[in-house]
């Protein structure tokens, strides 16, 4: 019955019961954003390329200077898109870290409790002889093995405790995300194409080894208009596979979400079944119909369910995320 008060809380909260903290995912981005330094870091880095950007096209004398202009400035757009993406990845990372590790704890606190109940079941076989000095060494040995564990797991949570603080800047609440339906966030293959920043990097490319070619001087060598030629149909091609096939990676992007999305939502649909097994099994554990190892293994059942639909949920997120900053939208604005 002890093992029964231990694991209380955290199976009230596994089984819907808990209280719903008013915090929310957008908050926590939002918070995030204020104190993280990747996250500072990389905005600084983008106030700074509009700056150059601006002053750039305000000295630019000729067409070449310009389209450089653009070229540095969407190169470190397309390189600060992937820096927030991280930082974004990083926060979720952090949330379900603790998650994830709760759950961790609890299946090394039942796994203690099993090893325990096996030694005592050796133990007592031992004493009518009818196990072996090795078979209770080994007991002994599962046990010893299953506090370790234990002990790992109460440090591992309190690590992703503190790494929630450093990355969020702020206390861990717990709180529930929901499953986003990502059909609520598609967008047209023409809002995909124009915040496309790879596209546009590679299109100035093109522009510019047009330019370079258009400007050779009558007097350049026959070997200088041939690598500027080279460098040309480089950059056409690499510009127009990319343009051919805006449409097929946008579909692409929009197929990874919906098989993420169903298979969490077939996994919470497993998780949600398992909790009424586990129910069905507590109740017959305490009308003591079934064994304290049976009603232990349900409650392993359970764990592990849930920490498939944890990790589930959290790949969702993060392919919906990366959609939404590639479509040029603010996540904390999105996911309400």
């Known amino acids: 019955m002890k093992m029964c008060k231990v694991l209380l809380i955290s199976f009230l ?27 500072i870091v990389a905005d600084l880095e983008l106030q700074k390329a509009n700056l150059n950007y601006e002053m750039s096209k305000i000295q630019a004398d000729t067409k070449k200077e310009l389209l450089n ?24 990372s952090s949330i379900f870290d603790i998650w994830i590790n709760e759950i961790n704890l609890d299946i090394a606190d039942i796994n203690k409790r099993i090893a325990e109940i ?26 010893k093995e299953a506090q370790i564990e234990l002990e790992n797991s ?6 992703a405790m503190k790494d929630f603080e450093l990355v969020t800047g702020r206390k861990w609440e717990n709180f529930e995300i929901k499953i986003y339906n990502y ?12 915040n496309d920043l790879n596209l546009k990097v590679l299109e100035l490319n093109y ?26 149909e480089k950059a056409k091609l690499n510009w127009e596979e990319t343009l051919k096939n805006i449409s097929k990676n ?16 077939n996994l919470k649909d497993r998780l949600d079944l398992t909790k009424k097994d586990f129910q069905d099994s507590e109740v017959n554990y305490q009308k003591g119909l079934i064994s304290e190892l049976e009603y232990l293994n349900s409650k392993l059942s ?3 369910d849930q920490k498939n639909y944890e990790s589930s949920l959290e790949n969702f997120l993060k392919l919906l995320i990366n959609y939404l900053i590639d479509t040029g939208r603010l996540p904390e604005e999105e996911l309400r």
């Open 69 to 92: 202009a653009e070229l540095n400035y969407y190169s470190t757009m397309l390189s600060n898109r992937n820096s927030i993406k991280n930082f974004y990845s990083d926060v979720l």
């Open 13 to 39: 909260l596994m089984l819907g019961l808990s209280t719903v903290f008013g915090v929310t995912l957008s908050e926590i981005f939002t918070t995030a954003k204020s104190s993280n330094t990747d996250f």
């Open 302 to 304: 359970l764990l592990n």
């Open 154 to 159: 109460k440090w591992n949570l309190e690590k």
């Open 207 to 232: 522009e510019i080894a047009k330019y370079n070619l258009e400007t050779l001087s009558s007097g350049v060598s026959e070997y200088d208009r041939i690598v500027a030629k080279i460098e040309l």
């Open 250 to 265: 946008h579909k692409d992007s929009i197929q990874n979400l919906k098989s993420s999305y169903l298979n969490t939502l």
């Open 118 to 143: 096996n030694y005592q079941n050796t133990e007592n076989l031992y004493k009518k002889k009818w196990a072996s000095d090795i078979e209770l060494e080994e007991a002994s040995l599962t046990v």
């Open 183 to 194: 059909q609520d966030y598609v967008v047209s293959d023409q809002v995909w194409k124009e």
